[in-house]
């Protein structure tokens, strides 16, 4: 049994589907729910993936794409993003793993699988190889799909004082006037995690970029004192 097919089976088996209806309405998705929430659902994976080796970076990503392009049921992508969350593959997160990521984000299309992408397995490719992933997140910056845009806005959301500013400006500035709201939600909620470390830099930006939405104004300064 391939490792997709053990993740079916074991979240198949885990399955209350009186929940199933509740969860896709509310995350209003297009693919079906099994019914399984996220405590058991992360405790299946552990369970799955405790004992597994890769043969390399390629084996594990084709493992992860396997997952995700097989899924029937949501919590298979979920699954699939919790294996690319495992302390034994952090060597392989890496600038070719940046074409993975870019398939689930665009085809997962939605803020459940985009923002755990964005916020967690992005700053590390970028702490790793710091020059292509630059080049590569200012480009998705001004790329059609929003979901990248977003990605781009949220990839540095968990680097604290490490953040390179003149790249999370670089990210934020081609949508600054957007009115999507999962763009201006984005731009906010990077500024106020910044806003943590250095809120006179964020009073500032804020302040000198009055093209910023409100939405993203509020979020941005949601924690710096008048």
Request: hydrophobic share 50%.
């Amino acid at each position: 049994m391939s490792l997709a097919e053990t993740i079916h089976a074991r979240l198949a088996a885990a399955a209350d589907s009186s929940r199933a209806p509740g969860m896709q309405a509310y995350m209003k998705s297009a693919m079906p729910y099994l019914g399984v929430s996220a405590v058991p659902l992360r405790q299946i994976c552990k369970a799955v993936f405790a004992d597994l080796r890769f043969e390399g970076a390629g084996h594990w990503q084709a493992e992860v794409l396997a997952i995700w392009r097989g899924a029937r049921f949501r919590e298979e992508r979920y699954a699939a993003i919790e294996l690319t969350g495992l302390r034994s593959v952090r060597p392989f997160q890496r600038f070719d793993a940046l074409p993975m990521y870019e398939e689930m984000i665009v085809t997962g299309a939605w803020w459940d699988y985009v923002d755990v992408i964005a916020a967690h397995r992005l700053l590390p490719i970028l702490r790793n190889d710091g020059a292509a992933m630059r080049q590569a997140m200012r480009a998705w910056s001004v790329d059609a799909d929003m979901w990248k845009r977003r990605s781009a806005i949220l990839c540095q959301l968990d680097a604290k004082a490490q953040t390179d500013l003149e790249l999370l400006y670089a990210c934020i500035a081609p949508s600054i006037a957007s009115k999507e709201f999962f763009l201006r939600k984005a731009i906010g909620w990077a500024l106020r995690h910044h806003a943590r470390i250095d809120p006179s830099e964020v009073a500032r930006y804020v302040d000198e970029h009055p093209e910023l939405s409100g939405l993203s104004r509020r979020e941005a300064l949601k924690h710096i004192k008048a």
